[in-house]
């Protein structure tokens, strides 16, 4: 009977270690269950650091917050689900973004090159023809002038590009800005279509002015930065069509916006090209342009806190709206 109380005790003693060794069992299965989700998130992101852009896996290759039969979440990772589904979509999105940064360098290497050679054609006609004017040949004075004719065109083409070039860089490295002065819109659309329309390169072209706005209409815009953008537009619709192409221009506003529209009834742009149209280094099918010419007329109507659209149907032509604010 003297033993019994240290009997007692000893027996407590046991029954309270294992307790406490059952319940350290059950704080470390639960810390690892609820830590190794932690851990799989944690690899994740350490992994979108490193420009890898996918879920890890385990060494079979396996998705491991995913049963292997259902390819349902795990329960294990139910509690992170959210987090999960998150992770996902952030990966899902700088993967396209990633993507779209290799499309976008590839062709700025192929623009870049297309330009090399861009340059290098009329160089080599303007050196041609200016050895041949050069050389002990009788040319007659007709062909003198072809020979200068040609000389100048090709000049003002590598003018343009240049120009293009120019506009690029100083978008990239610096915000721009366009000095605004007071003008009739309706007389300098109308200027810049006569200027245009005279030009060699757009006989057989049928130009419209359509201006709704029933008599002048003073402005506040950047001269040099619309006659761009017009210039611009207008040469695409020449450039890109045949020289039966009637091209319209049309000028209205509504209560927020004056609007100008650039429509022909040409050939039209695919869906494809469309899409892209003012991304820069998207060039069409002719060699007659940089490229640049519809990415810079966006920048311009953006520093005019506009906006610029295009729409298009193969075979039936394109619209294109410019809408600067009152």
Same mark, same amino acid.
Do not use: C
């Given at each position: 009977?003297?033993?019994?109380?240290?009997?007692?005790?000893?027996?407590?003693?046991?029954?309270?270690? $294992?307790?406490?060794?059952?319940?350290?069992?059950?704080?470390?299965?639960?810390g690892w269950i609820l830590s190794k989700p932690l851990f799989h998130i944690l690899e994740w992101i350490n992994m979108l650091a490193q420009d890898k852009y996918y879920e890890p896996v385990d060494k079979n290759g396996f998705v491991r917050s995913k049963s292997r039969k259902?390819? @349902?979440?795990?329960?294990?990772?139910?509690?992170?689900?959210?987090?999960?589904?998150?992770?996902?979509?952030?990966?899902?999105?700088? &993967?396209?973004?990633?993507?779209?940064? &290799?499309?976008?360098?590839?062709?700025?290497?192929?623009?870049?090159?297309?330009?090399? $050679?861009? %340059?290098?054609?009329?160089?080599?006609?303007?050196?041609?023809?200016?050895?041949?004017?050069?050389? *002990?040949?009788?040319?007659?004075?007709?062909? +003198? +002038?072809?020979?200068?004719?040609?000389?100048?065109?090709?000049? &003002?083409?590598?003018?343009? !590009?240049?120009?293009?070039?120019? #506009?690029?860089?100083?978008?990239?490295?610096?915000?721009?800005?366009?000095?605004? &002065?007071?003008? #009739?819109?309706?007389?300098?659309?109308?200027?810049?279509?006569?200027?245009?329309?005279?030009? =060699?390169?757009?006989? /057989?072209?049928?130009?419209?002015?359509?201006?709704?706005?029933?008599? *002048?209409? =003073?402005?506040?815009?950047?001269?040099?930065?619309?006659? +761009?953008?017009?210039? *611009?537009? %207008?040469?695409?619709?020449?450039? $890109?069509?045949?020289?039966?192409?009637?091209?319209?221009?049309? !000028?209205?506003?509504?209560?927020?916006?004056?609007?100008?529209?650039?429509?022909? *009834?040409?050939?039209?742009?695919?869906?494809?090209?469309? @899409?892209?149209?003012?991304?820069?280094?998207?060039? /069409?099918?002719? #060699?007659?342009?940089? /490229? !640049?010419?519809?990415?810079?007329?966006?920048?311009?109507?953006?520093? $005019?806190?506009?906006?610029?659209?295009?729409?298009?149907?193969?075979?039936? /032509?394109?619209?294109?709206?410019?809408? !600067?604010?009152?």
């Amino acid at each position: 009977m003297v033993n019994a109380p240290f009997s007692i005790t000893l027996n407590n003693f046991i029954t309270e270690y $294992h307790t406490l060794i059952i319940f350290i069992l059950v704080i470390f299965s639960s810390g690892w269950i609820l830590s190794k989700p932690l851990f799989h998130i944690l690899e994740w992101i350490n992994m979108l650091a490193q420009d890898k852009y996918y879920e890890p896996v385990d060494k079979n290759g396996f998705v491991r917050s995913k049963s292997r039969k259902s390819r @349902k979440i795990k329960y294990t990772f139910i509690l992170y689900k959210n987090i999960i589904q998150n992770l996902k979509y952030l990966t899902s999105i700088l &993967e396209e973004n990633k993507m779209e940064r &290799e499309k976008i360098e590839k062709l700025k290497q192929e623009w870049v090159a297309d330009i090399a $050679h861009d %340059l290098k054609t009329p160089l080599s006609y303007v050196k041609g023809y200016s050895s041949m004017l050069l050389s *002990n040949n009788q040319w007659t004075d007709e062909d +003198r +002038r072809n020979f200068l004719i040609k000389i100048e065109e090709k000049s &003002e083409y590598m003018e343009s !590009l240049l120009i293009d070039l120019n #506009d690029m860089f100083e978008f990239d490295s610096q915000p721009l800005n366009v000095k605004k &002065e007071q003008h #009739d819109l309706v007389d300098f659309i109308r200027e810049v279509i006569i200027e245009l329309a005279n030009d =060699p390169m757009t006989e /057989g072209y049928n130009f419209q002015f359509l201006n709704k706005m029933k008599g *002048n209409f =003073p402005y506040s815009f950047s001269p040099s930065a619309i006659k +761009r953008v017009l210039h *611009n537009l %207008l040469t695409n619709a020449i450039i $890109h069509n045949p020289n039966v192409t009637n091209i319209d221009i049309q !000028l209205e506003k509504d209560d927020v916006f004056v609007v100008i529209v650039i429509k022909d *009834n040409g050939t039209g742009v695919e869906k494809g090209t469309l @899409k892209h149209i003012f991304n820069r280094y998207q060039r /069409g099918t002719s #060699d007659s342009s940089s /490229g !640049l010419g519809m990415t810079i007329a966006k920048q311009f109507v953006e520093a $005019h806190q506009g906006n610029i659209s295009i729409e298009s149907e193969v075979g039936k /032509g394109t619209s294109v709206s410019i809408h !600067l604010p009152l």
